[in-house]
């Protein structure tokens, strides 16, 4: 990987640091405090993949690509899925290796995966392709090498999510200086399109980490009462403005 470009080095750099830090501190868990509805936002998207999927992920190979440290690794790997983490950090890899030894790592860039074709039955990224310089090319490597399809869990781009960017509320960069790619229902059916995939799934919501919420607020509230009415709030919420929600779960199967 010598002959990276600036941004994946920035990139790289900024995670490395993210996740030694992680380790000097002895944290083993990644960002967000645990409580009903923290783990409940942290998981939603994947819990919805899986409601999509028209078949169990027990005993498939996936990779979970952008891993970080295997916090998706883990979801599916408890789920019955041989999982491999791969992430252009070492450090993440190491945090992989450290916290979670019954999952496999590998360092490798997204844009270039260093496996065969059709090398894993599945292929999961959940908020990591708007990290990459070239988003499609991650998007054409997970189907190169997903034998079944692939998924991927990122930010939507419609005219909330505009105005939220324009307000400051929502980020157009991030920390270590990459572009915050964001998806439209029209280029992901484009894309498609270009794919030839037709049998793919769209689904979108609000949800978000607020982290003073997630920090100060959740673990205060951590009883099935509050956890109940945050149920009815969110799924209500979801219901009548879930079609132009800051994320967006993609669900795409190969005949």
């Known amino acids: 990987m010598s002959d ?19 380790f000097l501190k002895g944290k083993k868990e990644g960002p967000y405090v645990g409580s009903l509805i923290g783990n409940f ?29 295997g916090s998706e690794g883990e979801y599916l790997y408890k789920l019955g899925a041989d999982v491999t983490v791969s992430d252009l950090s070492p450090e993440a890899i190491k945090a992989v290796k450290r916290g979670r030894p019954f999952l496999k790592g590998v360092v490798a860039d997204s844009e270039n995966l260093p496996f065969k074709d059709a090398s894993f039955d599945l292929v999961l990224v ?17 189907n190169r090498i997903g034998k079944k399809g692939f998924v991927f869990i990122e930010a939507q781009r419609n005219f909330i999510t505009k105005i939220l960017i324009k307000l400051k509320i929502a980020l157009e960069y991030e ?4 572009y915050v790619y964001r998806f ?32 100060h607020v959740y673990p205060r ?27 967006i779960v993609v669900v795409a199967l190969k005949d």
């Open 4 to 22: 990276m470009s600036k941004q994946k080095r920035l990139q790289k750099k900024f995670a490395d640091n993210v996740f030694k830090s992680y």
């Open 126 to 142: 959940r908020h990591g392709l708007h990290h990459l310089e070239h988003p499609y090319k991650g998007i054409y490597e997970m």
């Open 184 to 215: 439209t229902r029209g280029e992901i059916n484009q894309l498609m399109k270009r794919l030839k995939i037709k049998n793919f799934k769209v689904m979108s919501s609000w949800n978000y980490h607020i982290d003073f919420l997630t920090e």
């Open 221 to 247: 509230l951590n009883n099935n009462f509050f956890f109940s009415i945050f149920l009815l709030l969110f799924y209500f919420f979801n219901f009548l403005f879930g079609y132009f929600g800051n994320s």
């Open 41 to 69: 936002i942290e998981n939603y998207a994947l819990d919805e993949v899986i409601r999509l999927l028209p078949f169990s992920i027990k005993n498939l190979k996936i990779l979970s690509m952008c891993g970080g440290d």
């Open 175 to 178: 920390a270590p200086g990459n």
